[in-house]
């Protein structure tokens, strides 16, 4: 009975964490966003979809962006007042501290769509999505209470990792 009611807990505990993740990426559909990710840093984000522009014109990870459209950007909450009041597919200039100097680099912005979403988030959160799977599995099939620790951190793991693909590789909504 215990086991049982474990399980339910677990179960619960990783459907209710796998909405809310869920949603949290859903959030970015039909935003603007600048056409690659970025940190809280004003880092670029190595998360990245083939079609986006900042993969066209050569954006590469954890380059610093310094401005926008010659505007010194030193937070993210002032890069995203900017980039999400322009209209999809403006040209905006990028200055870029790279290693070996300060660039400008020029490239539109883009609708997050569903392709992105799918792109970007779906190929993770099937992974993640059947890594708890197998943790449940494993805790359901396995009387050990260590176990349920176990699982219980691997699923918090599971929600910890698509957390911090969505705070630190795309720029949130502003609200």
């Given at each position: 009975m215990v086991k049982k009611a474990r399980l339910i807990v677990l179960i619960s505990i990783f459907l209710g964490l796998s909405a809310l993740l869920l949603w949290q990426g859903y959030r970015f559909v039909g935003q603007i966003f600048p056409g690659f990710g970025i940190h809280f840093s004003l880092a670029v984000s190595p998360l990245a979809v083939a079609n986006w522009?900042?993969?066209?014109?050569?954006?590469?990870?954890?380059?610093?962006?310094?401005?926008?459209?010659?505007?010194?950007?030193?937070?993210?909450?002032?890069?995203?007042?900017?980039?999400?009041?322009?209209p999809p597919h403006t040209m905006t200039t990028y200055t870029v501290l790279r290693e070996d100097g300060i660039?400008?680099?020029?490239?539109?912005?883009?609708?997050?769509?569903?392709?992105?979403?799918?792109?970007?988030?779906?190929?993770?959160?099937?992974?993640?999505?059947?890594?708890?799977?197998?943790?449940?599995?494993?805790i359901f099939?396995?009387?050990?209470?260590?176990?349920?620790?176990?699982?219980?951190s691997g699923i918090l793991f599971y929600?910890?990792?698509w957390d911090s693909v969505l705070t630190h590789c795309l720029v949130y909504p502003v609200s």
């Open positions: 522009t900042g993969n066209k014109v050569g954006f590469k990870p954890y380059e610093l962006i310094t401005a926008v459209n010659q505007t010194d950007i030193n937070q993210l909450t002032g890069f995203k007042q900017v980039i999400q009041k322009l660039y400008e680099m020029g490239l539109p912005t883009m609708k997050f769509t569903y392709e992105h979403f799918l792109h970007s988030f779906g190929l993770f959160f099937v992974l993640s999505f059947l890594y708890a799977v197998i943790l449940l599995i494993l099939r396995l009387t050990n209470r260590s176990l349920f620790v176990l699982g219980l929600g910890t990792l």
